[in-house]
């Protein structure tokens, strides 16, 4: 990114935080949490707090950050070196990123350029370029509506499981748009705020359908079918037998037209016989699972981006999710304004902010509203010449 580049987009971040300060809310128990940010020269800074809402502003306006961070921890000292601050709890938290949905979109509008021949194609960034086997590959990843869709539907699976399985109130959990390429989802104010690392990685493995197999189903190679009609879930079961029983009591199989959802399970069974019916069941455990990031769940000293802040590759703001079935990201994360401004797009897919349609765009200068030329600039595809 050149020099204009980063003052302009420096200049349009002050702006959003001046004009709309009062907009920023503090996290809950703002004191005991450590906050971090990073500068649009990539610097990361970390170890800071702050005492009330006026100073947070203060500081967003000041310091114009590229992207700003809050710990899911609470701390005795946040200030103090990471095996000082004397942990205390921290929030439950998951990310949802369209990173780890393979939409078939991706291979229409993700690219990847080989950084040593040049060499360019759709999809998915290969190992090595298949041209000069270099490994230097530059991955130009896109979001649009169908990824961030996906993502969202990866959200309300996920939230099922927070209610449903693990008994937590809607009160206690908190869903956003990242503000990128995915959701997230906080649980505050929880009896699950002291879970030590090794708690968490049960959750995630849990929400991920990791572990599960057939015998927790109550179906094993050795056992009899009157056992296995014993043992097998009903639709109305709790947790992942009943998520099971439930899809196997709606799908269609052979016009197979009994209510009886362990008869239909065993007739299934009997068809596909053990090995495909292992991995069929492997399948459903992949649609019902949640794509989360476990690594973000598991980490309890994690920073994560602040609410109503602005994303510095979008130039959108992680913004609370009121009602998620009817968030459009495209719409209603969208922070910055219309003001006018020229730019040079090297490339760009077509868009949609506002319900205003941008591009398809190559190697051309282009007047765009400030919304649109931040957010293709945030993603590296234009610049301010
Ligand atoms: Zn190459
Ligand atoms: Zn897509």
């Given at each position: 990114?050149?020099?204009?580049?980063?003052?302009?987009?420096?200049?349009?971040?002050?702006?959003?935080?001046?004009?709309n300060a009062?907009?920023?809310?503090?996290?809950?128990?703002m004191k005991e949490r450590e906050f971090g940010y990073m500068s649009f020269d990539k610097v990361m800074v970390r170890h800071l707090s702050f005492?009330?809402?006026g100073d947070l502003r203060a500081f967003l306006i000041k310091e114009m950050p590229h992207s700003v961070y809050y710990s899911c921890a609470y701390?005795?000292?946040?200030?103090?070196?990471?095996?000082?601050?004397?942990?205390?709890?921290?929030?439950?938290?998951f990310d949802i990123d369209a990173d780890d949905i393979p939409t078939r979109c991706k291979e229409e509008h993700d690219h990847w350029i080989?950084?040593?021949c040049n060499f360019m194609d759709k999809g998915k960034r290969p190992d090595k370029c298949p041209k000069c086997e270099g490994m230097r590959i530059?991955?130009?990843?896109?979001v649009c509506p169908l990824c961030l869709k996906a993502t969202k539907d990866e959200a309300i699976k996920l939230m099922d499981f927070l209610l449903k399985d693990f008994g937590i109130t809607k009160e206690n959990i908190e869903v956003y748009f990242s503000g990128g390429r995915g959701y997230h989802v906080t649980v505050e104010r929880s009896a699950l705020e002291e879970l030590d690392q090794l708690a968490r990685s049960e959750i995630s493995d849990y929400v991920s359908g990791i572990g599960l197999n057939l015998e927790s189903l109550g179906i094993s190679k050795r056992a009899s079918y009157e056992k296995m009609q014993r043992m097998l879930p009903l639709a109305n079961d709790s947790g992942w037998r009943g998520r099971i029983a439930k899809f196997f009591s709606e799908m269609e199989f052979e016009c197979y037209n009994s209510n009886d959802v362990k008869d239909?399970?065993?007739?299934?069974?009997?068809?596909?016989?053990?090995?495909n019916f292992e991995n069929f069941v492997g399948e459903v455990i992949g649609k019902l699972s949640t794509k989360i990031d476990a690594m973000v769940t598991t980490d309890i000293h994690r920073i994560f981006r602040l609410p109503n802040t602005l994303h510095g590759s979008t130039g959108m703001l992680k913004r609370r999710c009121d009602d998620l079935l009817s968030f459009d990201p495209f719409i209603d994360a969208v922070a910055l304004g219309e003001e006018p401004m020229q730019i040079f797009v090297d490339h760009s897919p077509k868009f949609t902010l506002m319900g205003k349609i941008f591009g398809p765009y190559k190697s051309e200068r282009v007047k765009l509203p400030l919304m649109a030329a931040v957010y293709l600039i945030g993603k590296g595809l234009a610049e301010v010449d």
């Open positions: 990114m050149n020099e204009k580049t980063v003052a302009v987009l420096k200049q349009a971040f002050k702006e959003f935080y001046f004009k009062e907009k920023i809310i503090t996290p809950i128990r005492q009330t809402e701390y005795y000292e946040p200030t103090f070196a990471m095996d000082e601050k004397g942990w205390k709890g921290a929030d439950l938290i080989c950084k040593d530059d991955e130009k990843n896109w239909k399970m065993i007739y299934i069974y009997r068809k596909m016989k053990h090995k």
